[in-house]
């Protein structure tokens, strides 16, 4: 059975339950050579609806993962936008933030970054890390320069609020949201961080902060856990996707762009009258070319 994104769409009305959320497929799930050819026929579809997209040129797409460490960030956004054309595309990885972008509101440095219309943004990671790996590490708040008047017992309210509108309003103004997390066990980012270190050409992508952070997994999971259910909203869902199968999660992903890119009301846009006299005059000129 291939899988349908609603089933791990999370709810709207803030119920959700980290808890009764899976990590991992279906037992009924196609075997890997299946979801290999479910994902190839996925992709093809996602090229055609990218063009469509870029000429329609009415919404943009933002597209948000958030996941611990080891949860296939990287090569589900890679192999999702594999063979569709890259320059409509802008992918963004956001590391530790800079003096500069600290010496703003958290939602500056992405605003900054956000998609034109017509366009794909990626966000790897995004402004969720301000209610995520800062919720688990306070301390962080040190170095942000907050307002006196920046009362630390609503902060976390206060910045799901901030979301909330802020991604209100780019729904409001024609940006389509999709937000992805990919929920990885315990046990199996264990297995990977493992395998990291076994193979020497994947230690460029081992931290020893990835098995520091370890220690802290239970708050991670009450903070993603809050704020997936105080953000997940209509214009704006989050998607809680099994990541312990890697080739399951990106079908998940990619059957949630594509169903959601079918679902707008989009055309090819048609040329005017004049256009079209203009098109018939290029024509004639290239059928008499040279003689």
Known sequence: ???????????????FDLSAAPTNPPKD?????ALEKRLEKLVARFDELQQLFFAHDKHSLLLIFQAMDAAGKDGTIRAVTRGVNPSGFQVYAF???????????????TAKCLPERGRIGIFNRSYYEEVLVVRVHPEYLDGQNLP?????????ADRFESIHEHEKHLARNGTV??????????????KRLLKRLDNPHKHWKFS????QERQYWDAYMQAYAEALGATSRKQAPWY??????????RVVVAETI????????????????????RFEECRRLLEHEGE
């Open 1 to 15: 059975m291939f899988p349908f994104p609603e089933a791990y769409r999370v709810p709207f009305d803030g119920g």
């Open 29 to 33: 799930v196609p075997d890997e050579k």
């Open 95 to 109: 590391k530790q933030p800079s003096a500069e972008e600290r010496d703003h509101d958290f939602l500056w440095r």
């Open 148 to 156: 006196a008047e920046a009362s630390h017992d609503t902060l976390w």
């Open 177 to 190: 949201i999709l937000k992805f997390w990919l929920n990885v066990s315990r046990g199996e980012q264990k």
């Open 208 to 211: 020893p902060t990835d098995v």
């Open 240 to 249: 809680a996707v099994p990541a312990d199968n890697k080739p399951y999660m």
């Open 258 to 277: 594509v169903q959601t890119l079918e679902s707008l009301r989009m055309d090819y846009p048609e040329p005017d009258a004049a256009h079209l006299a």
